[in-house]
């Protein structure tokens, strides 16, 4: 298994762009989410999906969007760019089932907005 | 106020030295979890716990349900256990997890 992946891992945007940050898992899991990681905080939830079709916003849903057409892919949209969107951005993926909780993060992607 | 506080927020010690990170919580929470950043950047999870301690090879994971707190230890730190460690909480009634800012140790030679 590949786990969670994630493309790209560095990207550079100008204020107004957009952008899409790809995330990929193959374990079949239902839940998945998008964290963005800024110095001095701890990781805060941006969007999450619970299955195909399915998706709701976090605590920082602001700027940002997210679809879940197949259980493997879970794509995080910038809409259009500003600097307080640069930020390291995980994408996580979790299986709960018999009393396990297992997440599994993808590499990251550092993102610098200009 | 972070619901979550990790202490302390930076740690240096010497190869062989052993390592405890802390961790306290406002609320009851259902599990708490130890997670590890790699420098590289990649998380991974350490442990899950609700109650009592769990160890794997040299570390291991305490909490105290009543206190509020959980402990990481290292034993026999080695310069490879340099990393970032963040302690997560799952609340009652949900299963997101909150974050802790991280604990950033450097184990020397």
């Known amino acids: 298994n590949a786990g969670v992946t994630q493309t790209p891992k560095f990207q550079v945007l100008k204020t107004g762009q957009s952008m899409t940050l790809q995330c990929a898992q193959d374990m079949n899991h239902e839940y998945m989410s998008w964290y963005r990681q800024d110095p001095g905080m701890g990781l805060r939830l941006i969007h999450y999906?619970?299955?195909?079709?399915?998706?709701d916003q976090g605590e920082v849903p602001n700027g940002y969007n997210v679809s879940r057409s197949t259980t493997e892919d879970f794509p995080l949209r910038l809409l259009s760019a500003a600097p307080s969107q640069t930020s390291v951005y995980f994408c996580a993926s979790r299986v709960i089932a018999g009393g396990i909780y297992e997440q599994y993060f993808g590499p990251g992607t550092r993102l610098t907005v200009t | 106020k972070n619901e979550v506080e990790q202490s302390p927020q930076n740690l240096t010690a010497q190869e062989g030295e052993f390592i405890t990170i802390n961790c306290s919580y406002s609320v009851g929470i259902s599990a708490l979890h130890w997670l590890q950043q790699h420098p590289g950047g990649g998380i991974v999870s350490l442990f899950m716990l609700s109650s009592g301690k769990k160890k794997h090879g040299r570390l291991i994971a305490t909490i105290n349900i009543q206190e509020k707190h959980s402990s990481l230890h290292i034993t026999a730190s080695h310069p490879r256990d340099s990393a970032v460690y963040i302690c997560a909480v799952r609340f009652y009634n949900t299963d997101k997890l909150i974050f802790g800012t991280g604990t950033r140790l450097q184990v020397f030679p």
């Open positions: 999906s619970v299955g195909a079709g399915i998706t």
